[in-house]
Nanobody, 112 residues
């Protein structure tokens, strides 16, 4: 079964860190561009980070540059999003996307 399963979300205080995981099954993630998106209530889904097949990464959203890092573990067929110095405005549901499919999302809440 082709699917993406995110995990690692939760409640964190401002300034804290979280690492999200996206486990791929049914396909080899390293052969595709893999992406992280987020969607906050009342807002459109926005693209945060991508890791390309050659390992290069891009961060189209300025607000996360320097704070978020996308990476992958080929052996585990998993993509990660390391999020540091989290802010209340980072609160959203975070989604992994690749090979034309989406994960179910994981909630990240940044609050004191």
């Amino acid at each position: 079964q082709v699917q993406l399963v995110e995990s690692g979300g939760g409640l964190v205080q401002p300034g804290g860190s979280l690492r999200l995981s996206c486990a791929a099954s049914g396909f080899t993630a390293r052969l595709y561009t893999m992406s992280w998106y987020r969607q906050a209530p009342g807002k459109e889904r926005e693209l945060l980070a991508q890791i390309l097949t050659d390992g290069d990464s891009t961060y189209p959203t300025d607000s996360v540059k320097g704070r978020f890092t996308i990476s992958r573990d080929k052996a585990k067929n998993t993509v990660y999003l390391q999020m540091n110095n989290l802010r209340p405005e980072d609160t959203a549901v975070y989604y992994c996307q690749g090979s034309g499919i989406w994960g179910q999302g994981t909630q990240v809440t940044v609050s004191s």
